[in-house]
């Protein structure tokens, strides 16, 4: 049976930015591999991603300080699949302008961050990951024993691989902590993300826009790298089950024109370069997403909504902590699975994942679900008035980015 220091489940974005995070605080380069990651993707992300593939239809917002992270890990971005964020525009039903713009200049960096295609991202990640020692491992995993001083692991084709610490990222509908019975709850928003590329008319400049819309809808175009030579943008349509359906039956000329129509016009979409595709929304928390010898990591242990375009940073976010405990339990030759490791990480990931669920899930019940009507004047006015103050600004424009 396989040995390792640490096993990570999931090879999606955290999953292999936590099997890099490992590696690195363990130093594994130049040894037998210490940290393996079991990875059901077919094709294998690990090879690059061709100049000429069209772009992916699941892309995500990367904030600055997760690029900052991945960067000082050896993961540069294929700057081929990649858009810079230069600014943020949030427009509310209640004003005709714009009631908040945040633009890197408020964060005095180059930019508020990055939209990148999964699969560019994934593959970078897993590049440097394996050039860290990270040993890749195919498979499917379907349980997890504990048998004294490690995990045990088994595989869906009956191996089995044993580590010290079970590092747990396979996403929101995770099976592993499911058979683990690590408790956990989920509430689903019953709305759904409906998502889209579209060729637009005019460049958008790197603005990342959002509109909280009076029909309780919340509409974002995150700006993509131009397509054949044209500006294009990324959409997240949160809207009811129902407008959904009505969405994904449209043709190409009626989606075009109702996105369109949507931001009163402010930015005209030409083609749909990507057909739309709807995911549920659903508000996922793990109270403690620690057991013995295991950590929970990702979406697997967190998922929100996309409104604020945090998820996957979320997970970057674990992953640095998950490093800065390993580091130290290596440097002190402390047992990697220990509960005084596992608890130390748990301890540290507690108020950032709470805050963001407790955050997104408020602008959510105010701006998707339809609470608090009688709030939402206020709320928006609140946003106009505070957007102008500058420490505000820069306040919003670090949590952004
Ligand atoms: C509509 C929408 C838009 C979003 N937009 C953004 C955005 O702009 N910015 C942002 O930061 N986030 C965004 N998110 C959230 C983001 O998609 C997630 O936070 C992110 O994908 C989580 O990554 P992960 O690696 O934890 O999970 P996943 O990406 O789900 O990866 C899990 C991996 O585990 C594998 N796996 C599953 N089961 C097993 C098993 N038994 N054995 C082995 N492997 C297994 C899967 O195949 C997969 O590769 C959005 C989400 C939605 C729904």
Redesign the pocket.
Known sequence: MKQFDVLV????????ACALACARALGSKNSAPRVAI????QGGVVGPVSVDAPLSR??????QRSIAQLGGWNVSLDRSRTATIEQIVVHTAACATPALTLGAADRRTEAIGA?IE?EALTARIAQAAQAQGVLRIP????GADCTGESRTVELADSSLLRAKLLVV????????ASSLEIAFTERSYERR?V?AHFQIDTPHRGDARQWFLPDDTILAL?PLPDVNGAPAVSM?WSVSESRGAELLAMSAEALCEAVSAATDGSVQMSAVLQSAVA?P?ALKRMPDPVADRVIV????AH??H?LA???????FGDAQTLHDVMAAGHKQQIDLGSALLTGKYRRQRYAPTLGLALTTDLLARLYNLGQWPTLKPFADTGMQVLGRLPAFRRLLSSAAA
């Open positions: 489940a999931g090879g999606g974005p955290v999953g292999w079991v990875d059901r993707e699941r892309v995500y917002a990367v904030s939209v999964h498979g499917e995993c379907i990222a396979d996403g929101r509908e995770s099976a592993l993300g998502v995150l997240v995911f929304l990591v990702g979406d697997a998922a929100v996309p375009g945090q998820g996957v940073n979320l997970g």
